[in-house]
Structure formats: C-alpha cells, structure tokens
C-alpha cells in the first residue's frame, strides 16, 4: 500500500502506521455485487489481485461499465460515502477472483480529519474516477460502436502489454455497453478487413493503427 498511496509522505508517523494496521485483506469470489452510494461504504480498497468492475443498469437490464480496476489500482469509489456530497449509485462486481486491501470507514474518517494532504488526495482521487466514468458514459451515448470496440482492442493490449485480448464477445460487449450480437458482428468486419485474428475466448490484434484508423 506505501507504494501506491504517494500522500503517506504527508502523513505522520503514527497515521502511516494507523492507517496500515487497519488495512485489512479481503477477498471477493468471481461474481460477488457489490452496491455503492450515499448509504453504503466498503471502505477504501487497494485491489491487489484480480478485477473489479464499476457499472450502471438500466431498468431494462443494460449494463454500462464506468470504471475498471485492475492489480495495483486505489478504488476510493468504494469509500465514497466518506466524501459527503461527491458520490456515484452504482454496483461494483468482481470479474475475476480478487484480492483487496480495505481501510474501514471509521479509519479513514479519522485520518481525514486530522490530515489535510490525506482529505485532498482522496477527493482529487475521487474527481478523477468520475471524470472517467463520465467519460465512459459520453463515449456510450456518442461515439460508434466500432470507434469504442477498436479503442478498447488497443488500450486492453496496451495495458496488458499482450497483442491478444482474452475475452469473449459478451465480456467485452458488457464493458462497452453495447449487445454481444453487435460486438460479434463488428468483430466480423474488423477480421474481414485484416484488422483482428477471431480465437476461442480471445482476439489477437494484428493491425493497432489499422483498427484506430477504421471508419468502415
């Protein structure tokens, strides 16, 4: 955690070691909902294996994903009801077996009211998750699905350092908030134009610059 929390230099000692002491393990089996908002707090979780996604439903049961977060990533969504006024109604679920860190709300309550620097990151923290998921949310309602399918292909392949994306047309229509029949059929055209190699569970990405450039 000392490495992935910078503001712990502003901290005392015997805050450091307070907030340390209380960050406890918890473990979440692939599956498991989580609800967040005003009215429910998980407390501020380092994932430190594994994946969590944010995402929204409609009432007709359409999922829009807002964030992700991947090994090494400070989710302070799930603490959001300590920032008062600066919150998001939405469910977290576990993609895959995942292993966090959790600071309790009652700690980190503590903390922020005796640490100015810790108050400040944490809230800039948080204007940066939802600039993201509104982001998100702003490429769902404007941008064509295969603008948001070919920028996702490329920036999972960057982020994993992979030329192949493991995961399957439903997976990836979930967090593109579109319907696995149109993923698979976009999928279709960029395969036609030599763009993607189509793999049992996965997408081998042969052209990143052709996929970015595609306007078919």
Do not use: W
């Not at 929390?5 to 015997?14: A, E, F, I, R, S």
């Not at 964030?67 to 400070?74: E, T």
């Not at 966090?100 to 503590?110: A, E, F, I, P």
């Not at 134009?193 to 189509?198: P, S």
């Amino acid at each position: 955690m000392e490495k992935t929390l910078p503001v712990l230099g502003d901290m005392q000692q015997n805050e450091r070691e307070l907030l340390l002491k209380n960050a406890v393990s918890r473990s979440f089996p692939a599956g498991t909902v989580m609800e967040t908002g005003a009215e429910q707090c998980l407390g501020l979780m380092l994932i430190e294996r594994g994946e969590l996604r944010l995402y929204m439903m409609s009432e007709e049961g359409r999922e829009v994903t807002l964030l992700r977060f991947h090994s090494g990533d400070l989710s302070v969504i799930s603490a959001a009801c300590v920032l008062k006024q600066l919150y998001m109604d939405a469910l977290i679920v576990a993609e895959e077996d995942t292993r966090v860190k959790v600071v309790s709300l009652t700690v980190l309550n503590r903390l922020m009211e005796e640490n100015i620097h810790l108050r400040c990151y944490l809230y800039e923290l948080m204007m940066q998750h939802l600039s993201e998921a509104l982001g998100a949310v702003e490429q769902v309602v404007f941008q064509s699905l295969s603008r948001r399918l070919s920028g996702f292909l490329v920036a999972e392949c960057r982020r994993t350092g992979s030329d192949t994306v493991y995961l399957t047309h439903e997976q990836i229509a979930k967090y593109l908030g579109s319907a696995r029949e149109a993923v698979a059929r976009m999928m279709k055209r960029f395969a036609t134009a030599g763009l993607v190699e189509m793999r049992r569970g996965a997408v081998h990405v042969l052209d990143a610059e052709g996929l970015i450039a595609f306007r078919g």
